[in-house]
């Protein structure tokens, strides 16, 4: 008798166990992005594939219910300054993160972002150091140093815990992801804003539906990455040639 009540126990806990257990293995939201360069002026040529379509932010705005914030993990995300370069080169992450900025270079670097999104100034600071900035509002934050011209970074914060960043064939994946209606949003750097906005959509996340029909972007072709330093004047180079940067 007792060993049948101690099943009936058991089994009964797995029934409430499972459901959850399963929610959170559900399978993520997936798709593709292709990007575009757009035919030149007065040629019949159709748009050219851009074979790199990394990089292209893709998030999901719940419109059933508030978005939970995301859990908070051991460490801080961060952009890696290494050979006047910044890794990774597009960071997404929720609105009240904080990113940090290491200088892994033998010499100083100063990031700046004076462009919608976030704006600071982390100043002068030199190798093996680091700084940290929270990103506490949404939008897109372009990162430079005002010192290397050649360096770039992106910052995207979204107000929504789900959030991927497309691979070099165009994937994406969301885990993690409850049924639902969504809005889904892209930001790619390289994108005019109304072709961003053209391509935003709702669609409904179900067990039978958790995938999104590819999505075509088109290439700016006037995109460069020139840029003014953070008193918005040219760069200019070191005042000694045996200055090391």
């Known amino acids: 008798m007792r060993l049948s009540v101690k099943l009936a126990c058991f089994l009964s806990a797995c029934l409430l166990v499972c459901p959850m257990v399963l929610a959170s293995e559900a399978a993520p939201v997936t798709g593709d992005v292709a990007i575009f360069a757009p035919a030149k002026q007065n040629s019949s040529a159709p748009a050219a594939r851009v074979p790199d379509a990394s990089d292209v932010v893709v998030w999901l705005i719940p419109l059933d219910a508030p978005a939970e ?66 990103f506490d509002r949404a939008g897109v934050s ?73 999505v075509r972007l088109a290439e700016n072709p006037n995109f460069t990455l020139t840029h003014k330093n953070k008193y918005g004047l040219d760069y200019v180079p070191p005042p000694h040639s045996d200055y090391e940067q």
Request: proline letters at 9%; one cysteine or more.
């Open 69 to 134: 914030p995301l859990p908070q993990s051991d460490g801080a995300p961060e952009i890696i300054q290494r050979n006047k370069t910044f890794t990774p080169h597009v960071l997404a992450v929720q609105v009240g993160t904080v990113v940090a900025f290491p200088n892994q270079d033998p010499f100083f670097h100063n990031i700046f972002s004076l462009f919608d999104g976030k704006r600071f100034d982390l100043g002068l600071y030199e190798a093996g150091t680091t700084r940290s900035v929270r």
């Open 142 to 214: 372009f990162l430079f140093c005002n010192i290397h011209p050649e360096m770039s970074a992106v910052v995207v914060a979204v107000e929504t815990p789900y959030f991927a960043l497309s691979n070099r064939a165009g994937h994406w994946a969301i885990p993690d992801v409850p049924d639902g209606r969504y809005e889904l949003h892209m930001w790619y750097e390289r994108s005019l804003p109304e072709a961003l906005n053209a391509v935003t959509r709702t669609i409904v996340v179900s067990p039978a539906s958790r995938s999104v029909d590819r």
